[in-house]
Every structure is written in structure tokens, then in C-alpha cells.
């Protein structure tokens, strides 16, 4: 029941809304406090990163799709995103300290603004989960599948799948659906093995996350997502 607690308050704060790494060295936003972050710098952490990835969805009966820039309008698109990554949870923290004007604000309304986003911050569920989501490209409408509305819990643990490059596997625990093409889908997937190692660390290369064909019936390039875990190293560990 607590875990269960916990996912759904995880999964509301989420929707609701130094690094050291040679590959991020020059990045604008690895030198800064996220609390420091602009709006170009948040957009990108969750658009175009290590962490996130935006892919156009291409007309039907098109095999390919290209990745898109935050910058081009009125094209469908979906964003997968590491979601327990911290720099995504900062990213979103800091969008909704901006979204609600903090800089400007009286020291008592930071503070609520603060303890509002501690839960995603600390992302409870993380500690033994992997949380990734899927979502449309803010403000170019709809783009996650219908189906993901209605498929069961059962169904997507079959479907939508969590492994590095060596093929191991975790398996999805909890899932919580979009309530609209408009919303974003969330999974959570297992953290460690029976033996209590993680599925990715800083000597693996690839995180994939991979979905049944039907989810995106006639979009091939959807049903598969690629990480470098190179990429995402943060203090020596990959952050995720």
C-alpha cells in the first residue's frame, strides 16, 4: 500500500508540472544551480538531452520520423523522458518556479512553492524505481497513442519494455495512463535484479526503452527509444 502511495504521489507531482560529465562539460546549464536555470535551458533539459527525446510522428504509413526541435511549431510530436533522472526532476521543478514568476515572489510564497515541490524532487518511488514517460511536445497538441488510455496494467507490462545494451530486462510495476492524447503516460519499472544490481550503471552503454508495434500502428521508428548511458553520467554515476 505505501509503494502504491507513493507512485501515485509521484506521479502527481510529475504531471502536475554540478554536473561533471566530460559529454555535458559544455552545456550551459551543467555550470549552474538548477534554482538558476532560464526557460531556454529548462526547455532543452526536457526536450533535446540525455534525458529526454522529442520525435516528430510522421504521417500514416510512414516508417521514418524525424527528431524535432522544441523551436518548430504545429508538428505532432511525443517526448520520452527519463523521468527519475534528477536533472529532469530539477528541470520540472525549476519550470514551475518559473511558470509561477518565483524570483518575484514574497519569501512565504516561496517557501509553499518549495514544499510543493519537495515530493518531486525527492521522488520517492525512485529510490526503487526507474520512471520514464511518454508525452506530447507541449503546445503541438495531441500525441500519445489512445490505446495507452485503456490498456490494462497487464497489457503494457507485456508491451512496453525497460533494458540495456546486453539485453537485461526490468519489469513494469506500476503504470499510470494518460487521461488524453494530451496527457502523459508514466511507467515504472523495477530498479535492481534479485541481486541487487541496478539495470544500468556508468559501464553500460545504452539504455532502450521499447514499445509493441501496436502502440504506434504504422510509426516503426516509435516503438524504439536509445540512450547513452556515456551521456548521462552525473558525478561519476549515470543519473537515472
Not at 507513493?6 to 554536473?19: D, E
Not at 523522458?81 to 512565504?108: C, F, G, H, T, V
Amino acid at each position: 500500500m505505501r509503494r502504491v502511495q507513493a507512485y501515485f504521489l509521484c506521479s502527481v507531482a510529475l504531471i502536475l508540472v554540478g554536473l561533471n560529465a566530460p559529454a555535458l562539460a559544455q552545456e550551459s546549464w551543467a555550470q549552474k544551480d538548477f534554482r538558476q536555470w532560464t526557460s531556454a535551458e529548462v526547455e532543452k533539459i526536457l526536450t533535446n538531452s540525455p534525458w529526454a527525446q522529442t520525435r516528430e510522428i510522421g504521417l500514416a504509413g510512414a516508417d521514418t520520423l524525424t527528431t524535432v526541435t522544441p523551436s518548430l511549431p504545429n508538428r505532432q510530436a511525443v517526448i520520452m523522458r527519463l523521468r527519475s533522472a534528477l536533472p529532469i526532476r530539477e528541470a520540472l521543478a525549476r519550470l514551475r518556479q518559473l511558470n509561477n514568476k518565483y524570483d518575484k515572489m514574497s519569501d512565504k510564497d516561496k517557501k509553499a512553492l518549495d514544499e510543493k515541490n519537495q515530493t518531486l524532487l525527492e521522488c520517492p518511488p525512485c529510490a526503487d524505481s526507474y520512471v520514464v514517460s511518454l508525452s506530447p511536445a507541449e503546445a503541438r497538441g495531441k500525441g500519445v497513442p489512445v490505446v495507452l488510455m485503456t490498456m490494462s496494467e497487464a497489457e503494457v507490462k507485456k508491451d512496453v519494455h525497460l533494458m540495456n545494451d546486453a539485453g537485461e530486462t526490468r519489469e513494469l510495476i506500476h503504470f499510470t495512463p494518460p487521461k488524453s492524447q494530451g496527457d502523459e503516460a508514466i511507467f515504472f519499472f523495477e530498479r535492481l535484479n534479485e541481486q541487487g544490481k541496478p539495470l544500468i550503471n556508468s559501464s553500460s552503454k545504452r539504455l532502450i526503452v521499447t514499445f509493441d508495434p501496436k502502440i504506434f500502428p504504422s510509426q516503426m521508428a516509435l516503438t524504439k527509444f536509445e540512450f547513452e548511458a556515456a551521456k548521462m553520467i552525473v558525478n561519476g554515476q549515470v543519473a537515472f
